[in-house]
């Protein structure tokens, strides 16, 4: 089978976040989408993160209803910060049997080469790469291993999330109804 890896930290998942995975689902040939919940981003401060399990719970809740879109905890059990390579080479092993796809925003490729081992990453299982507003150039834009995808242009940010929930302003249509549901009910990000 063939999967999309779909990593962020998830906090919290949004609807921006569920309209590209179905979007890589079913405008390409990826058969699946799994959601990698990354414990820490080696790129981001982890201040304002919120525990790893309930990021983790909160995208099993957003997914519950499509056979098509997976969550995994792998880099739960692997050295923190967790490396995108080093996930790849732990996915490869657990599950010999799929072949894996890197989805990605756009907005990351000028950074791709600063990533560990990103050559290897293009070697190893190749991009997906969705539209990001305000992407800076790069240098993938012919690359081989690297396949554009057409999805809808979003700027929802988890960053814009957190700070309405701070403040007492409602996240409606932002995040799915059980993603709202369980961030009501246990006050994150308050």
Same mark, same amino acid.
């Given at each position: 089978?063939?999967?999309?890896?779909?990593?962020?930290? *998830?906090?919290?998942?949004?609807?921006?976040?569920?309209?590209?995975?179905?979007?890589?689902?079913? !405008?390409?040939?990826?058969? =699946?989408? %799994?959601?990698?919940?990354?414990?820490?981003?080696? *790129?981001?401060?982890?201040?304002?993160?919120?525990?790893?399990?309930?990021?983790?719970?909160?995208?099993?809740? !957003?997914? !519950?209803?499509?056979?098509?879109?997976?969550?995994?905890?792998?880099?739960?059990?692997?050295?923190?910060?967790?490396?995108?390579?080093?996930?790849?080479?732990?996915? =490869?092993?657990?599950?010999? =049997?799929?072949?894996?796809?890197?989805?990605?925003?756009?907005?990351?490729?000028?950074?791709?080469?600063? %990533?560990?081992?990103?050559?290897?990453?293009?070697?190893?299982?190749?991009?997906?790469?969705?539209?990001?507003?305000?992407?800076?150039?790069?240098?993938?834009?012919?690359?081989?291993?690297?396949?554009?995808?057409?999805?809808?242009?979003?700027?929802?940010?988890?960053?814009?999330?957190?700070?309405?929930?701070?403040?007492?302003?409602?996240?409606?249509?932002?995040?799915?109804?059980?993603?709202?549901?369980?961030?009501?009910?246990?006050? *994150?990000?308050?």
């Amino acid at each position: 089978m063939k999967i999309g890896l779909f990593f962020g930290s *998830f906090n919290p998942i949004h609807i921006g976040h569920l309209i590209i995975a179905n979007t890589m689902v079913t !405008a390409t040939d990826l058969e =699946q989408v %799994w959601f990698v919940v990354s414990p820490q981003n080696p *790129f981001k401060k982890n201040s304002s993160l919120l525990h790893e399990f309930d990021r983790y719970d909160l995208v099993s809740r !957003a997914v !519950a209803d499509n056979s098509l879109l997976k969550v995994t905890d792998v880099e739960f059990h692997m050295p923190k910060p967790s490396y995108t390579i080093d996930t790849l080479i732990r996915m =490869q092993e657990k599950f010999p =049997q799929h072949e894996f796809k890197l989805i990605m925003g756009e907005d990351n490729l000028a950074q791709f080469p600063n %990533w560990k081992n990103h050559d290897k990453i293009l070697e190893y299982v190749g991009l997906y790469v969705y539209p990001r507003p305000n992407s800076a150039p790069h240098n993938f834009t012919n690359h081989p291993a690297v396949k554009f995808v057409e999805a809808p242009l979003l700027d929802i940010s988890a960053t814009y999330l957190r700070a309405c929930l701070k403040s007492g302003k409602s996240i409606r249509y932002m995040v799915s109804e059980p993603v709202e549901e369980m961030i009501r009910i246990k006050k *994150f990000y308050v």
